[in-house]
Structure formats: structure tokens, C-alpha cells
């Protein structure tokens, strides 16, 4: 690519296509118009003559009084219809149904050769300047337009086997004395047609050079399988080595044929975005694009222009920090090249902006919604711009590539199609601002097939401790790689990224969702997400409750809770007789009954607090519960006096039978070995009192004890 030294433009670089000039055009235009002014002005064609206007009449010949073939035009200054006719062989033309007025009435040669200068008719005369004429309201005969040999440049480009090259970016630099430097044209892309020519209008007395380089990439439908070397007239590579051009009065025409010799193949070169601050300490990034093939080595070059004088800056990655050496009205571009082995390098330039302009402010970046599959349309949308700008440009790219399908106002959407699956669809915000430098800012999403995605399920007991599982559902095709991520009252957990989550303290009183999101290559991604749960219970601190008491009919037991907590807690209590609830047992106290004889006691605790689970506690079964005995005071029969036995009489105990036991006293001292009904005084009982004690037993039954009433002293 031949780089332009002086403004730092490149030429092929912008991204208007124009194909080259028609000679009603070049009238128009004066041959000094931009690109894309060229592709809005298309010359109409003639419609048949009118009843109303006047007939024009003349003829076209070149200097040597010799008929050319040319083509004839009027169009209304003002504008309108335009109105052409072509010379017969005689060079005579005929314009009929012309309307009265201030006009313009030109003749060109017809055909691409470049032989004779255009000219314009000034009521008597042809010129080449471009000049109104004023059209009568009678007939004008007697126009007579004298072409001048053309003087310029006719290139063509072939291959070395002089077939004609299509497309061929070129440029036509001008020596400049007084700035001692070679200037090529401010306009582009400038290409070849068809039949490899361009054309360039040159100067006696004046000096240039001629380069061609294949660098035009700007059309998505030339994809050419073979790129070509750049090559300059008389075959040189560069523009400092090309052979100089001097025009003179016998070389006013010049026709020049350069071979390309074949580069490589074309690679499909992305197109750079430059966005962040041209300003000292900002940051400037550039997005390459993307590029084709996907493994094309990129290289970047950061560089500025200062007066018209290109200088590197020492930056030579994605991103460039401004610093104090550049100067306010610098330039900041970046160039990046891609190359790749068997291809031909491509260069491709992005503008980074002004040092000392302001960039405006977005108060969001752009961001892309909607589906990314075939059928469905993908919005783009961006905050607000500060300044407000008018009209903000978007534009839609795939793969690297910009793409007309944008619709709607602003061209904010794109409907995707089943070419677009794998490809990559990029939304480009550019915004122009009198006085700042370019606002950019991008998104972009990858179109693939879609996901067959299942909304998920939570199963599992929503209280703290407990664990959640996640059931997928069915994705396809399968195989889906699913991932997980669980939500508390819509917060993600940190951590929480398998199928099942254990719940935490601080789960309780929220609500619990979990996303699924499923992947497969060439797929979009998707995601579902379940319904939310209802809000997560906590857990109680209940201790086992006991049961303190005697554990016989007649007895009351008592419950021992314990601390529950979080306090307070509402609790509930229900005694039970060997497992069976106790009608009306509900208090904290319970005493035993003829029931329970045989039976075990426990007591069941409930405890309740709103947003908690409830929790029952149950304490460990009593013993069997003993029944009562009846007993009797026994008296003592007999004589009171040493050598004389006394007898017990128990007493009728029950119920029957009952095992009795006896124990003799002496005073309150029990008498060794006195166990039996009958005691026999021995001399040590003289002057005391004697008593006995009667225990009655029986299994189930809680062992009674009754004592006689004490004798009179012993004689």
C-alpha cells in the first residue's frame, strides 16, 4: 500500500466504492469532488423530447475540423431533468423538447479513451470551463462545440500476462517545488474499471507519478482469489523509486501500462475501531476487527501528523497513552497490518483523533438485545451523548464486515439470518460533533443455531441446613455443558455453582432461584432460570426436653424444656403414656394415675415462631410407673416382759398378695436379726419400748413401710 505523505491519507482506505467517472459526471463535479459525493450524483437518462421547449442543434468535431463521437447534454442550472443525445457519424447531435432558461449544454467524447477535453457552451462559443447558458424560447441552430486534445495520464494495470486488472486502487502524485514533495489526490477510492484504465487530468509543465496498489477491500462482493503486488510506473515498488511523468506540449496524453506481478492470496482484512481520548493521559484502543483468515498475524503502529509530516510514535500495541511530545492540532492514528504466509499483506488505518479536541461523553456504551439466532432481530441501544448529537451513526458489521441489513430509524436494528449462523455481528457507534473529536463505541454478539433449554426445577426442604437440588430439565441437542449459578432474593451466591446448594444463616427469610446456563460449540448460549422459592425458613434450637418426679401413680411429674431458641418461641406440650397421647395432659406438670401404672411416661414439646420451622422435641421415656400399695399399721400383741414373745399383726395389705418384711426395734434401734412376725424379749429389751416395722412389696408396686405404735416400757 502506498501511503500519502503529505495529508496521511490512504488511498483505497475510505468506504465508498466509486467506480470511474462518467464525463457528465466529471461536468458536474468539475473533477474535484469527494467519493462519496460521486456515488449520490447519477446522471438521468434522456427521456423522449416533449411537445413544449425548444430544438438545439450543432455539431462536435475536434480541432482538425473532424467529427467525434460524442455525447451531448442539457440539464437546468436550477436542476432537473437532464436531456443527452449522441452525434451521428457527421458529428451532428439534435436536443429536442428543451425548456426555456438557464441551462448547462456540454459535449463529451463517448467511450473511455481520454482523447478530447470536455466542453461547455457559453451561448457562442465552446469552453472548458463550466458555464451556464441561457436557453431561448425559439429554436437554436448553429452549436458548434470544438473539443481539445485531452492532456493527462490514461494508466492501465494488468498482470504480467496483460490481462487487465479490475479494481486496482491508484494514485497520481503531484511534485509540489515549493513544499519540495509529491501530492496525490484528496479523493478515493480511486480504482481501475474494467478494463484496468484510469484516468487523470495533468498540467504542462508539471511533473508526477503513477502507483497502483490492490488494496481495495471496501466491497463485500469483490473477493478477487489473487491480490497483486504494488507496482509504480516504469515498474518500480515504491513511490520514491517511481519513474517521474513530465508533461509537455508533445506528451500532453500519456498512456502507461504497469504490470502487477501477484502478491499472494487476498486475505479479508478487518476494519479498525479506534475509541478512548486523543488527549495527553487518555488512553486510545483499537478494536482490529476481524480478520480472514482467522489466523492473520496483526501488527499495530500508532503514529501522528504534524503539518502535514507523518511521525511514528513508539506505541506499537492495541492501545496508545498520549504523552506531552505531541502538540495540540496533532493527529493520532494507528495502522494495522495483517500477514499471513502465501497471502499479500493488508494495511488497514483507523483514526484515533485530534490532540486538544474534547471527545463527547456517552452516559452507557452501546449494547446489543435480543436473540442472536436466524429469525430474530437484535436492537442496538446507547445512552445519551454530550453534547447531543443529531444524527449518531450506526453500523452493523459481520464478521468484520460492514452490512446494509440495519433497519428501523437510526439503523438500530439488524434481523438475523441463517447466513449469519457462527459469524460475528458487531454494532459500530460513530458520533460527530462540530468542534470534538469522534465518540465511538462497539458490542457484538455471535450468531449461532438455538438451544433447546429447559426452564429448571428446585426440589428439597427450604430451611436453613438443608440442601436444594436443581433438576436441569432436558437441553438439546444434547450434549449441553450446563453450568449453575444459585441466587439469593436475586443476588448471586458466591460459590454456589453446583446442581445441589446446602442452605446457609443468611439464606433464611430470602428467596432462592437458580440459572442454568447451557453451551455447545456453534449454539448460542442460553440461560433459564427457575421460579423463585418461597422464603427459606429458619432452624430453632431445641433441646430434648425431661421429666423429673416420682415415677408412681399419684406422683406429679415435671418437664424440664430447656432454652429454645431464637426467643421467644411459642411451645406446646403433650404428655403420652406408652405412646399414647394423654387426653388433657398438656401442661408442664403431670401426676401420675392408676392408668399409668406399668406404663411409661413421655412428654413431646412443639415448638412454633413465625418464620421458622417448627420443631418437636420428645424426651426419653420414664421408667415403668409403679402403682401404690394399701398398707396397714401393724400393732404388737403379746406380753411385755423379758423371756415373753411378742407377735406382729400386719394389717390386711392389697392388693393381695403382698410380700411383707419385718423389723423389730429396740427404742429406734433396730434389733439384729429381729425379722421375723415374732419377737422373744431377751434381758437387754427390759426398761426399753419395743416397735416393729412392717415393709410390704410387690412387683410393679412402690414398697410401703408402716410402724407399730411403741410398747410400754419392758418388765
Not at 71 to 91: C, D, I, K
Not at 275 to 292: H, I, R
Not at 403 to 419: E, H, L, M, W
Request: glycine share 10%.
Amino acid at each position: 500500500m502506498f501511503r500519502n505523505r503529505t495529508s496521511g491519507r490512504t488511498q483505497g482506505a475510505t468506504l465508498t466504492r466509486r467506480a470511474p467517472l462518467r464525463r457528465t459526471t466529471r461536468r458536474a463535479l468539475a473533477g474535484a469532488v469527494s467519493a462519496a459525493l460521486v456515488v449520490g450524483l447519477v446522471p438521468l437518462v434522456a427521456a423522449p423530447a416533449q411537445a413544449a421547449g425548444v430544438t438545439i442543434t450543432g455539431t462536435v468535431k475536434n480541432q482538425a475540423g473532424q467529427p467525434v463521437a460524442a455525447t451531448v447534454e442539457v440539464s437546468p442550472a436550477g436542476g432537473g431533468r437532464v436531456l443527452s443525445a449522441t452525434t451521428n457519424a457527421a458529428g451532428a447531435f439534435t436536443l429536442s423538447g428543451v425548456p426555456a432558461g438557464s441551462s448547462y449544454l456540454d459535449a463529451s467524447e463517448t467511450g473511455e479513451e481520454h482523447l478530447y477535453t470536455p466542453e461547455h457552451w457559453n451561448g457562442t462559443a465552446s469552453v472548458p470551463s463550466y458555464v451556464p447558458f441561457t436557453v431561448p424560447t425559439t429554436d437554436v441552430t448553429g452549436v458548434s462545440f470544438v473539443l481539445d486534445p485531452a492532456t493527462g495520464i490514461l494508466g492501465i494495470a494488468t498482470d504480467e500476462a496483460g490481462k487487465p486488472l479490475q479494481n486496482i486502487g491508484w494514485s497520481v502524485l503531484e511534485y509540489r517545488p515549493e513544499q519540495g514533495d509529491w501530492y496525490p489526490p484528496q479523493m478515493g477510492p480511486l480504482l481501475t474499471d474494467e478494463a484496468g484504465r484510469m484516468w487523470w487530468t495533468t498540467q504542462v509543465g508539471k511533473k508526477y507519478r503513477l502507483c497502483f496498489s490492490d488494496d481495495w477491500y471496501d466491497d463485500p462482493s469483490w473477493r478477487p482469489a489473487t491480490r497483486y503486488a504494488d507496482r509504480c510506473w516504469d515498474q518500480a515498488t515504491s513511490q520514491d523509486t517511481a519513474t517521474t511523468i513530465t508533461v509537455t506540449e508533445q506528451t500532453r496524453r500519456q498512456v502507461l501500462t504497469v504490470e502487477l506481478p501477484a502478491g499472494g492470496k487476498s486475505m479479508l482484512p478487518g476494519t479498525p475501531f479506534v475509541t478512548g481520548a486523543a488527549k495527553v493521559g487518555g488512553t486510545l484502543s483499537v478494536d482490529p476487527g476481524q480478520w480472514t483468515p482467522s489466523d492473520v498475524a496483526l501488527t499495530y503502529r500508532w503514529y501522528a501528523y504534524r503539518d502535514g509530516t507523518r511521525i511514528d510514535l513508539p506505541a506499537t500495541g492495541r492501545t496508545y497513552t498520549p504523552t506531552t511530545d505531541l502538540e495540540a492540532g496533532d493527529s493520532v492514528s494507528v495502522e494495522v497490518t495483517g500477514t499471513r504466509s502465501g497471502y499479500k499483506s493488508a494495511t488497514r488505518y483507523g483514526y484515533g483523533g485530534e490532540i486538544g479536541q474534547a471527545t463527547p461523553t456517552l452516559s452507557a456504551p452501546v449494547k446489543i438485545t435480543g436473540t442472536p439466532t436466524p429469525g430474530n432481530t437484535l436492537t442496538a441501544s446507547w445512552g445519551t451523548l454530550t453534547p447531543s448529537v443529531e444524527y449518531p451513526m450506526l453500523t452493523w458489521y459481520v464478521d468484520g464486515q460492514a452490512d446494509g441489513r440495519g433497519t428501523s430509524s437510526g439503523n438500530t436494528t439488524f434481523t438475523v439470518t441463517t447466513a449469519d449462523l457462527g459469524k460475528r455481528v458487531e454494532a459500530r457507534l460513530e458520533a460527530y460533533s462540530t468542534g470534538y473529536n469522534p465518540l465511538r463505541s462497539a458490542a457484538s454478539v455471535t450468531i449461532g443455531a438455538p438451544l433447546t433449554a429447559a426452564t429448571p426445577t428446585i426440589t428439597g426442604t427450604l430451611a436453613v441446613g438443608k440442601t436444594l437440588t436443581a433438576t436441569a430439565g432436558a437441553w438439546g441437542p444434547a450434549p449441553v455443558t450446563l453450568a449453575y449459578q444459585w441466587y439469593r432474593s436475586g443476588a448471586a451466591i458466591a460459590g454456589a455453582t453446583s446442581s445441589t446448594y446446602p442452605l446457609a444463616a443468611a439464606d433464611r427469610a430470602t428467596t432462592i432461584t437458580v440459572k442454568v446456563t447451557g453451551s455447545k460449540p456453534g449454539y448460542v448460549t442460553a440461560a433459564r432460570t427457575s421460579a423463585a422459592t418461597t422464603a427459606v425458613l429458619g432452624v430453632l434450637t431445641a433441646p430434648t426436653p425431661t421429666i423429673s418426679g416420682t415415677t408412681a401413680v399419684g406422683s406429679k411429674l415435671t418437664l424440664s424444656t430447656g432454652t429454645w431458641g431464637p426467643a421467644p418461641v411459642a411451645l406446646n406440650y403433650r404428655w403420652y403414656r406408652s405412646g399414647v397421647a394423654i387426653s388433657g395432659a398438656t401442661a408442664t406438670t403431670y401426676t401420675l394415675t392408676a392408668s399409668d401404672r406399668g406404663k411409661t411416661i413421655t412428654v413431646h414439646v412443639a415448638g412454633r415462631k413465625t418464620g421458622y420451622v417448627s420443631a418437636n422435641r420428645s424426651s426419653a421415656a420414664t421408667a415403668a410407673i409403679r402403682g401404690v400399695l394399701t398398707p396397714k399399721t401393724p400393732t404388737v400383741s403379746g406380753t411385755r416382759k423379758v423371756g415373753s414373745t411378742l407377735k406382729a399383726v400386719p394389717g390386711t395389705w392389697g392388693p393381695a398378695p403382698v410380700t411383707l418384711a419385718y423389723q423389730w426395734y429396740r427404742g429406734s434401734t433396730a434389733i439384729t436379726g429381729a425379722k421375723s412376725a415374732s419377737y422373744k424379749l431377751v434381758a437387754a429389751d427390759k426398761g426399753t419400748t419395743i416397735k416393729v416395722r412392717v415393709t410390704g412389696s410387690k412387683s410393679g408396686y412402690v414398697s410401703a413401710a408402716r410402724y407399730s405404735a411403741a410398747t410400754a416400757k419392758i418388765a
